[in-house]
T-cell receptor, first 116, second 117 residues
Framework: GAVVSQHPSWVICKSGTSVKIECRSL??????MFWYRQFPKQSLMLMAT?????????EQGVEKDKFLINHASLTLSTLTVTSAHPEDSSFYIC????????????FGPGTRLTVL | AQKVTQAQTEISVVEKEDVTLDCVYE???????LFWYKQPPSGELVFLIR??????QNEISGRYSWNFQKSTSSFNFTITASQVVDSAVYFC??????????????FGQGTTLQVKP
């Protein structure tokens, strides 16, 4: 159990376009979902935390208007990279957690975004 | 403020050698969790272990073992008789669970382990 999927697994887009990445918890209800970004040979950096039905909490330095996060249901969160630029090229990973406090995070397989 | 430090950027060993990956953390919370994850070249994070701050017992799982010492704020990971398949990036992470915390994960910089045949 506790499987998290991401779609797409990779995407290539032109500069200026918007890209939507989906994160789904397949066999459990995720009260909280997290979005991370990982640049090559670097660690995972938390971008935002989202609780179902409420606005996401963004980490310092992350532009909320550029990285739109929607957590409309207990099994789905989406990250939309608006007006993507080459510097947004990265590996985006989501994780999902069952409970509000405590509990293990289950990670998706990641989405590799390349902006040309 | 919370912080996780993995001082070893890269480690290279020969198969069957034992290897220890260091992890030092900083937190003001008394309630927290520590994690180790493995990230193979595919990119998907593989959960290895979670340990809460009230449980300092060391743990062994097959060739893997973990040494948690609150006195030195360390949570080190040892692979015994390493194998080529152990080659990956390993991340140590901290999650605070005191009042007001969301339980977000703070990752260390990662240690790249290369096991040569």
């Amino acid at each position: 159990g506790a499987v998290v999927s991401q779609h797409p697994s990779w995407v290539i887009c032109k500069s200026g376009t918007s890209v939507k990445i989906e994160c789904r918890s397949l066999d459990f209800q995720a009260t909280t979902m997290f979005w991370y970004r990982q640049f090559p040979k670097q660690s995972l950096m938390l971008m935002a935390t989202s609780n179902e039905g409420s606005k996401a909490t963004y980490e310092q330095g992350v532009e909320k208007d550029k990285f739109l996060i929607n957590h409309a249901s207990l099994t789905l969160s989406t990250l939309t990279v608006t007006s993507a630029h080459p510097e947004d090229s990265s590996f985006y990973i989501c994780s999902a957690r069952r409970s509000l406090v405590g509990g293990e995070q289950f990670f998706g397989p990641g989405t590799r975004l390349t902006v040309l | 403020a919370q912080k996780v430090t993995q001082a070893q950027t890269e480690i290279s060993v020969v198969e069957k050698e034992d290897v220890t990956l260091d992890c030092v953390y900083e937190t003001r919370d008394t309630t927290y969790y520590l994690f180790w994850y493995k990230q193979p070249p595919s990119g998907e994070l593989v959960f290895l272990i979670r340990r809460n701050s009230f449980d300092e017992q060391n743990e062994i799982s097959g060739r893997y073992s973990w040494n948690f010492q609150k006195s030195t704020s360390s949570f080190n990971f040892t692979i015994t008789a390493s194998q080529v398949v152990d080659s990956a990036v390993y991340f140590c992470a901290l999650s605070e669970h005191g009042s007001g915390n969301t339980g977000k994960l703070i990752f260390g910089q990662g240690t790249t382990l290369q096991v040569k045949p």
